[in-house]
């Protein structure tokens, strides 16, 4: 079994950076239900997906000429190949 730690980011640079970055992440966190990334378990292809689990989140707005909001989130995936699979 593996853990690995994966960073997503979730950016705009609409009229209304703030609102829409917040909203991408918000579909990405959802509500720890599994149904979003935050909370799956299952299997995707060779690998057993065993949990994702929040690890932090920062945000940070680059003004000026980008006006660019941006969340990054961190999360722990905690995963496995399934039997059978190739190494």
Do not use: N
Request: charge should be negative; proline fraction near 5%.
């Amino acid at each position: 079994m593996f853990k690995e730690r994966i960073q997503i980011d979730s950016f705009s640079d609409s009229a209304e950076p703030i609102g829409e970055a917040q909203s991408i992440d918000s579909a990405v966190f959802g509500d720890g239900s599994g149904s979003s990334l935050i909370g799956f378990m299952g299997e995707l292809d060779a690998y057993h997906v065993y949990c994702v689990e929040p690890a932090g989140v920062r945000e940070q707005y680059e003004g000026e000429e980008l006006r660019q909001y941006r969340v990054m989130r961190d999360v722990f995936v905690t995963w496995a190949l399934l039997p059978g699979s190739p190494s």
